[in-house]
């Protein structure tokens, strides 16, 4: 009996498990790629409908990177114009890759069959444009910190790249993601150490901002959620990643190699491999999870 509740305790706890019927362990970290492979600027990886894999600043900064899922290797895809330097990486429907640009307060397209980039949205009012997430019809929603002051905003963009702003008067807002049925709007605060959500309507906009998880030490940065709901954030500074249900409570936390995980996507055949940025390590790392992405 005493042995049962260890192994109960061990599971809450995040521990690495067995997956039933396969020598694969679940929820433990390892290298895909080589250290020092990218800027200290890692950050927003994502894969395209063919299951290639992207990651901004390969190399160096200013650079979209294309990843090998099979040995980590890697090549630069494009390199952006104008000294912009890219943050996070959605794709739209049609396949077009979006780039929040913290230096030019833009959102940038990436033509993927020519590689054209240009400004899809740009905006003086943003202060550090950093994550998007994007819903089924193509609206963008990104997170806008002003890191000096410790405060930040949201923002909505529509097709053909008209800006909404959301919310303002919000702390230092950084991770966003929706979830699996684009109802639910999560975005975290990273100096404040808060995740909120809000209402999310068919047109959009956001309402009944609700605390939905607070924590006492560490970051925040990215957040993905799997087919089920569950929220995987990034926490900056402590190196892990913490799995939280649609209720706020806490699953597990995976710890990582690195310690500045700057974000996460989930990816492989089957959607249930994460593949985690570390900006210390300037690598990525991988971790297997029981359920797949909510895209797969």
Avoid at 27 to 37: C, G, H, I, P
Avoid at 109 to 124: I, P
Avoid at 136 to 163: E, Y
Avoid at 204 to 226: H, T, V, W
Wanted: hydrophobic share 35%.
């Amino acid at each position: 009996m005493k042995q049962h509740i260890c192994l109960a305790l061990a599971l809450t706890a995040g521990s690495a498990v067995m997956a039933q019927g396969n020598s694969t362990t679940l929820y433990l970290a390892k290298d895909l790629t080589k250290e020092n492979m990218f800027s200290v600027n890692i950050e927003g990886p994502n894969f395209d409908k063919a299951g290639n894999l992207y990651v901004v600043n390969y190399l160096r900064d200013g650079t979209i990177g294309k990843i090998s899922t099979k040995d980590g290797s890697g090549e630069i895809f494009v390199t952006l114009p104008d000294s912009s330097i890219a943050n996070s990486i959605q794709f739209n429907s049609k396949g077009n890759m979006y780039l929040p640009d913290f230096k030019g307060h833009n959102v940038l397209e990436v033509d993927m069959k020519t590689k054209k980039v240009s400004v899809y949205m740009h905006s003086d009012k943003m202060s550090q444009p950093n994550d998007l997430c994007i819903n089924r019809k193509d609206q963008l929603f990104a997170s806008d910190p002003d890191w000096k002051n410790s405060k930040g905003q949201i923002w909505r963009i529509d097709n053909g790249g008209k800006a909404v702003l959301l919310q303002a008067d919000m702390g230092t807002t950084n991770g966003i993601e929706l979830s699996p049925d684009e109802k639910t709007l999560y975005v975290n605060e990273s100096v404040q150490r808060k995740i909120w959500k809000f209402d999310v309507d068919k047109d959009g906009n956001i309402s009944n901002k609700k605390l939905f998880a607070e924590f006492s030490d560490y970051g925040f940065d990215g957040m993905k959620c799997d087919k089920a709901g569950n929220l995987y954030v990034a926490r900056w500074g402590k190196g892990t990643i913490v799995v939280l249900t649609p209720g706020g409570k806490q699953l597990r936390e995976v710890p990582l190699k690195g310690k500045h995980c700057s974000n996460l996507t989930f990816g492989g055949k089957d959607g249930k491999t994460v593949f985690v940025t570390l900006q210390d390590r300037k690598c990525m790392e991988t971790f297997r999870v029981e359920i797949a992405g909510k895209r797969y």
